[in-house]
């Protein structure tokens, strides 16, 4: 732990359940939480930094209604899917802590990447002929985009606290529009999200986000100040639940 209460560090179950009340639908859900990743996609202009959200649907008993980053579950076939350029070293030993191995690391950055095209129609890579027989990656290939992990940053890691429909353990990525290398006017191919929007970053953290995702974006806004670049080995926050209380670790 670290000093000073930051977000949700130090709240105990039943405020955390207070809190997240209308984010998740509470209930016996999975034991184990599930890999995940999402990408905080970061445009900047001048001094202004705005960021990527779009709004989930109402029916949805994962975070409904909510502005939320492009982000879902790590699918096994991502591990397979070949890159231009992997992740930079410090990031992909920081994703493969404990019991995640790099092919793991690298197939949960790259659902992030696969995530932002399906929900927002941006395919994070550079210009090149790409082949796959993977529908979720069609569109790569399509428009001649060969992804690329070389650009993501790792900024934080939180797993959803027991007592969810849904678990997951989810790695916070971060990511330049500068790597973005075609935007589909008509947006992604599914209807995860309802709308999407550019928001300013302070602004955001004002939105209707959840909590898990305001505190990261207000850690995100700190980091920023300091290190305008994300450079790829600055300390990770990870937040989890443990012995009743939300934890705050650095990785």
């Known amino acids: 732990m670290t000093g000073g209460r930051i977000g949700m560090e130090g709240m105990t179950r039943a405020e955390v359940d207070r809190a997240e009340n209308k984010d998740f639908?509470?209930?016996?859900?999975?034991?184990?939480?599930?890999?995940?990743?999402?990408?905080?996609?970061?445009?900047?202009?001048?001094?202004?930094?705005?960021?990527?959200?779009?709004?989930?649907?109402?029916?949805?008993?994962?975070?409904?209604g909510k502005f939320v980053f492009p982000g879902g579950r790590t699918d096994p076939a991502d591990s397979r899917i070949p890159v231009v350029t992997g992740l930079h070293p410090d990031v992909e030993s920081k994703i493969a802590s404990g019991r995640t191995s790099v092919t793991r690391a690298r197939a949960i950055a790259l659902s992030a990447v696969r995530e932002t095209y399906e929900e927002a129609g941006l395919l994070i890579g550079r210009p090149g002929a790409f082949e796959t027989a993977k529908p979720d990656w069609r569109g790569f290939a399509d428009h001649n985009v060969m992804p690329s992990l070389e650009g993501l940053r790792f900024v934080a890691r939180a797993i959803t606290p027991p007592g969810r429909v849904r678990r997951f353990d989810t790695r916070f990525l971060a990511a330049f529009r500068d790597d973005v290398a075609v935007e589909l006017a008509e947006g992604g191919p599914t209807d995860e999200l309802e709308e999407i929007v550019w928001l300013p970053l302070h602004k955001a953290t004002e939105?209707?986000?959840?909590?898990i995702t305001r505190t990261v974006l207000t850690e995100l806004l700190a980091r920023l100040r300091d290190d305008p670049e994300l450079s790829p080995g600055t300390p990770v926050p990870f937040y989890y639940m443990r012995h009743n209380r939300f934890c705050r670790d650095i990785l």
């Open 207 to 211: 939105a209707d986000i959840p909590t």
């Open 25 to 64: 639908a509470l209930g016996a859900g999975p034991k184990r939480p599930r890999d995940a990743a999402t990408l905080i996609l970061l445009d900047r202009k001048g001094d202004d930094v705005r960021v990527l959200m779009g709004r989930r649907h109402m029916r949805h008993a994962f975070m409904p």
